[in-house]
T-cell receptor, first 112, second 114 residues
Framework: DQQVKQNSPSLSVQEGRISILNCDYT??????FLWYKKYPAEGPTFLIS?????DKNEDGRFTVFLNKSAKHLSLHIVPSQPGDSAVYFC???????????FGRGTSLIVHP | DAGVIQSPRHEVTEMGQEVTLRCKPI?????LFWYRQTMMRGLELLIY????????DSGMPEDRFSAKMPNASFSTLKIQPSEPRDSAVYFC????????????FGNGTRLTVT
């Protein structure tokens, strides 16, 4: 049973527009959330994180929003660039465990 | 910082053969993880070491899989005998264990079992 769900396998966006990647979780003990970015033939790299004591965290063009009541988080990329084309993994940890559980990933394609 | 180094990058083997994947974590990191990526299951944790000791191996699929970490700078994941359903990309990751420090991943080993 997937505790971290990324229901959109892929997303296509025009350069300069906003990309919104969504993630849902089922485990109410999760209190820390991370996004990783993965290019082909490379390993995932850490992008941005958020603790459950916050509802928003921003780093340049990347913003993560957390809605604890809905058990939902989203990653916003503004403006999107072709170099952002990659697979994005959502991950969560908590309940005394610092080991992240990953979703299946969403493939983002940003068209020039 | 050379990052996490995995070898080989690609491995093609026949069903029934033994496969050994290798990982060198980032120097100074005290936690090491083995993940497997498939289309169906995404990134799933196989095993987690802390200070060279296996802490959680509940994700290891079955007895055909084994992992070792003989010292702080080396780990292996062995599959014996291999089966076609083991075909996947296997990632090793390491981190300095504190709170929710992010994982640093290697570039993975793509395993194909025919």
């Amino acid at each position: 049973d997937q505790q971290v769900k990324q229901n959109s396998p892929s997303l296509s966006v025009q350069e300069g527009r906003i990309s919104i990647l969504n993630c849902d979780y089922t485990n109410s003990m999760f209190d820390y959330f991370l996004w990783y970015k993965k290019y082909p033939a490379e390993g995932p790299t850490f992008l941005i994180s958020i603790s459950s004591i916050k509802d928003k965290n921003e780093d340049g063009r990347f913003t993560v929003f957390l809605n604890k009541s809905a058990k939902h988080l989203s990653l916003h990329i503004v403006p999107s660039q072709p170099g952002d084309s990659a697979v994005y993994f959502c991950a969560a940890s908590g309940g005394g465990s610092y080991i992240p559980t990953f979703g299946r990933g969403t493939s983002l394609i940003v068209h020039p | 910082d050379a990052g996490v180094i995995q070898s080989p990058r690609h491995e093609v083997t026949e069903m029934g053969q033994e496969v050994t994947l290798r990982c060198k974590p980032i120097s100074g990191h005290n936690s090491l993880f083995w993940y497997r990526q498939t289309m169906m299951r995404g990134l799933e944790l196989l095993i987690y070491f802390n200070n060279n000791v296996p802490i959680d191996d509940s994700g290891m699929p079955e007895d055909r899989f084994s992992a070792k970490m003989p010292n702080a700078s080396f780990s292996t994941l062995k599959i014996q005998p291999s089966e076609p359903r083991d075909s996947a990309v296997y990632f090793c990751a390491s981190r300095l264990e504190y709170y929710n420090s992010p994982l640093h991943f290697g570039n993975g080993t793509r395993l194909t079992v025919t």
